[in-house]
């Protein structure tokens, strides 16, 4: 099967930089579209930002122009570059993959989470 592991998360002050990864390993054929969401304690699980294979981007209206989505198509890996970061972005943050197996299924998998926390 597929896995994908995330790492990056940590304490950061308002305004400072973190930049997370996710590594996505297993029987993969192809990485297609890679994407971040978040969770905060006791709201919804909402999606941060988006990369297709092709390199277009999308991002939420509440991190544009802050956070930057990359991948590395070479490694299975997604980045995710986060400036000015506010208390509000506090969340744990997933990372979503779609996968084309080796045995020609496609697949959604989601990365264990890492903790973002944003405060003085």
């Known amino acids: 099967q597929v896995q994908l592991v995330e790492s990056g998360g940590g304490l950061v002050q308002p305004g400072g930089s973190l930049r997370l990864s996710c590594a996505a390993s297993?029987?993969?054929?192809?990485?297609?579209?890679m994407f971040w969401y978040r969770q905060a304690p006791g709201k919804q699980r909402e999606l941060v930002a988006t990369?297709?294979?092709?390199?277009?981007?999308n991002y939420a209206d509440s991190v544009k122009g802050r956070f930057t989505i990359s991948r590395d198509n070479a490694k299975n890996t997604v980045y995710l570059q986060m400036n000015s970061l506010k208390p509000e972005d506090t969340a744990v943050y997933y990372c979503y993959a779609i996968v084309q197996l080796r045995d020609g299924s496609t697949r959604g998998y989601w990365g264990q989470g890492t903790q973002v926390t944003v405060s003085s």
């Open positions: 990369i297709t294979r092709g390199l277009s981007t």
């Open positions: 297993g029987s993969i054929f192809r990485v297609n579209s």
